[in-house]
Every structure is written in C-alpha cells, then in structure tokens.
C-alpha cells in the first residue's frame, strides 16, 4: 500500500510539475484530475464539411483538446487501472467513425458483435496499454498515446470529416431510438459528448479553437521586424493575414498613422516590397486608437462611395447624404431630408420640364447617367466644423487626396469658397498682431521672444508686450513677470 502510494504521489507531482493550469488539474486533495491533450497534427491538416452535394476544405493547425478525467484507485498501480471517463467535442457519436480492417475483428466482439463508436474504441484501447504496463505507471503511456498516435489510430489523418447541421439533427433523432446509434455501433459508458445542445456548431468551435490557439503561438513567438531591425515578441507585433509577413506594432503604428492623417487610406498595406495584403480595419483600429480609425472608415465609406457611378449626394448643404439612383430614371429622393431633386441639374425635381441649370441636359435625351453624376459636385458643408474638417483633409492630404477632393467638390470652390469661410477664424487662432504695428504674426516654433518681420519690434508672444531690444530676455527671467520661465 505505501509503495502505490508513494507511485500514485509521484506521478501526480510529475504531472503537476510539466503541464500548465490549463492543461492539468488535480482534484482537490483527491488522487485525480483531468488532463486536457491536444493531439499532434500532420502538416496540411484539414477538417472537412460534406453538405448538399459539396465539400468544403478548412486547414487547421489544432483540433480542440480531448479532456481525459481519471482517478486512482487506492491500488493503483500494483492491481487495478485507473478509473477514466474521455470527453471531446470532434470525437463524438455524431460522427459514427468506426475502426477498420484488423481492428474491426479485434473490438468487435468485445462489444457483442457491434462495431465500437470511436470514443469506445479509445477507452479501450487505454485499458490494453494499462494491460502492458500492468504494476507500473501508466498516465504518461496514455498521455502520449492521446497525443501522438490517436489520429493514425482511428484512421482519421490527414483530414477529418465533421458532420453536417442535417446529419447531426439525423444522428440525435437516431440517438433517442437506440443505443447504437444509425451505424449500429456500440459506445462506451467512459465517453462523454457535449453536443446535445442543437444549436452548437462544431466547425465553428474547431476553427475558433485553432485560431485562439494560432494567436496564443504565435504571440510567444521572436519575430525579427523588417523596418527597425529589432527583435519582438509576437505579442508586440503585426502579422498579414494574407503574406503573413510580420512587424512590429510600433513601427506599424507610426506608418498608418501617416497614411490615414495624409488621407492615403488604400496605402495600409504589407510594407515588404511587392506585396499587396492589406491590414484589416480591427488591426488598424487595435494599431491607431479610436479617433484615428473614426477618420480612417470615414474616409474609407467615403471613397467607396465615391467610386460608385450609381450613387449621387443630396444637394442640400445642411444635408449632403449620398443617395442611391436608380436606372433610366433622373429622380431621386433623399433619405435622410426627403428632398425630391432632379440628377441632371441637382435642383428640384421639376417633372419633364427642361433642366433650368445651364448645361443640363434635357431629360428625354439619352443621357449617360455616370458621365452626368460625374458632371457635378458635391456641396460643401455649411458649418464652420464640417468645412474645417474639409478643409484640414485638403491641406495635409496626398496629391492624389486632393485631386480626389477637386473633382468631387470643384477645384475652384475649395481653393476660394473653403478657404474665405475658413480664414478669418483660422487667423483669429493662429495669428496675433504686433503690438506696434499691428502686422498678422505666425509663430511655428521657438520660444516666446518673438521680432516682428515688418517693424523688427521685439515683444512677448504670450503677453503681447513690448520688450526692449538691449534686454529682451529680461523679461522671462525676471520673478515678477507674468511670463517668468513661460
């Protein structure tokens, strides 16, 4: 008794010591535990889903772990084998595999002639390597075997099949009628499924397993970043879904931040040369913060829309919402304000009466609907906020961004209109007046001693007042002035 104790101790200790929380817990003070195996894949594993006459192809990396709960018999390891129950969401009774060629023979009758459901199959095949080993120590003998061999054991390498939605409503139908299932096979009392809820969905569990299972990898891996040479972890880095090149989130971080403030959003892309994946919007947002990604997919709806030769905007300036026209029709009504408008002159809808716009063609000729939208602009916000946006877009935009903003808006309005609009209160905070001769200052930079370029007057930035040449500086360093050290 003392010597399976102290076996039983030594074993739970050793499992303890190598497997994570997550992967092995002990029950309490109780001599057992579950122990949560992933199996080993080969490469190019795929699961595969046959529905209605097709088959669909998905390549995972890891398949959901099978959880083996056992416990120890007080004598264990000298007489009895552990007590196991084997649970796992893919080897399941709805899957009905059975064993084949010579294994049918062996297991077959042991179960009265039924062929063993592949879970059984399991079970008994752990009681077999307990037989082998019987006095000694056998979870880590099981424990490999789950892991290594229990694909190539039940044939099901280098793909498995997983049922569809109509065969698992078959097999659960089958289920509450007999014991053996639609094959007619026997399954063990050991094995447990959790997949009597109806609406689970196993494929998506599998694939969400080996996703979480990727980026758990893959974030404890060292990557090496193409841009600043410097060795990251991957929890630190940016992987390409589509290339899967990797880099550094800082360096990624400052690269999109450039390209969505200069309004280049299609250029948030794979940096290595000749690539053309392109981030996804929750890696962007995860990258430039909230505010940053606001503009992005407002910039991003923008352009698309923009590109769509079936879509116009509301005429109305304090409204501006892009509407969807229909064919062969020059009428379309806002969705936002309700405004009837005419597509061709973008004033009211005025029926079959000629366009009073000049230039607009007659609605009774055949007009080419894209060549006409394209004809006219959009129109500006008439709100101080919407035409600082517009215009902040414009001056720190790319060339090609402005030359997009000229065709939708007209060239001539952002460069006159905008800019009027803009001017006086862009000067009221930006600019201050010397206080000598009241010319229009810019200060971009340096400290507050500034000179006037027009009357070389010194004077303070901050208080507007007017220093001395011989001791300007005086007036910063002096702890009664309001500006001391300012």
Not at 82 to 92: A, E, G, M, V, Y
Not at 292 to 304: A, P, T
Request: charged share 25%; with cysteine; aromatic share 8%.
């Amino acid at each position: 008794m003392a010597e399976n104790q102290e076996a039983r101790e030594d074993e739970l200790l050793a499992l303890s010591s190598i497997y994570d929380q997550e992967e092995f817990r002990r029950n309490g003070c109780a001599q057992g535990g579950d122990i949560r195996i992933c199996p080993d894949l080969p490469r190019d594993f795929k699961v595969i889903v046959k529905a209605g006459g097709t088959c669909t192809e998905y390549g995972v990396s890891f398949l959901p772990p099978l959880v083996l709960n056992f416990e120890l018999p007080m004598d264990y390891p000298s007489r009895s084998s552990p007590l196991h129950t084997l649970n796992c969401k893919w080897l399941s009774e709805v899957q009905k595999q059975t064993l084949l060629d010579e294994k049918i023979e062996t297991y077959s009758s042991d179960y009265g002639g039924c062929i063993p459901q592949a879970g059984a199959a399991v079970c008994k095949h752990l009681d077999e390597l307990w037989k082998e080993s019987l006095g000694s120590v056998v979870l880590f003998s099981w424990i490999q075997f789950l892991r290594e061999d229990v694909l190539t054991f039940l044939h099901i390498s280098p793909s498995l099949e997983l049922p569809s939605q109509w065969e698992s409503s078959v097999t659960e139908a089958d289920e509450e009628g007999t014991g053996h299932g639609a094959s007619g096979g026997l399954d063990d009392p050991r094995t447990t499924h959790r997949l009597a809820d109806s609406h689970t969905d196993l494929l998506l569990l599998v694939l969400d397993f080996d996703k979480a299972r990727r980026r758990k990898l893959f974030d404890s891996q060292v990557f090496d970043c193409g841009i600043c040479f410097s060795q990251k972890l991957g929890s630190n880095c940016l992987s390409f879904r589509e290339c899967e090149h990797v880099y550094c989130a800082a360096c990624m971080r400052e690269y999109y931040k450039v390209q969505i403030s200069e309004g280049a959003i299609r250029g948030l892309k794979c940096p290595h040369s000749e690539c053309s994946s392109e981030a996804t919007p929750m890696q962007v947002k995860q990258l430039v913060g909230d505010e940053l990604f606001g503009r992005y997919d407002r910039l991003l709806l923008q352009s698309s829309l923009d590109s769509m030769a079936d879509v116009v905007y509301c005429p109305r300036r304090t409204c501006a919402t892009a509407v969807m026209l229909e064919p062969d029709n020059t009428v379309a009504i806002c969705s936002a304000c309700r405004y009837a408008f005419c597509t061709l002159c973008r004033q009211g809808y005025h029926g079959l009466a000629q366009c009073k716009k000049k230039g607009a063609r007659e609605s009774d000729t055949h007009t080419d609907m894209p060549t006409s939208v394209d004809m006219t602009h959009a129109p500006v916000p008439e709100k101080d906020e919407g035409l600082r946006g517009l215009w902040e877009d414009y001056d720190t935009g790319s060339e090609e961004r402005r030359k997009f903003l000229e065709k939708r808006y007209g060239k001539q309005t952002l460069q006159d209109k905008v800019e009027d609009c803009l001017s006086q209160s862009w000067f009221a905070e930006n600019t201050k007046e010397c206080p000598r001769c009241s010319a229009i200052i810019q200060k971009i930079g340096g400290c507050n001693r500034m000179v006037c370029f027009k009357c070389h007057q010194y004077f303070c930035w901050a208080c507007l007042i007017i220093l001395p040449q011989n001791n300007a500086s005086n007036h910063f360093g002096n702890p009664d002035s309001p500006c001391y050290n300012y």
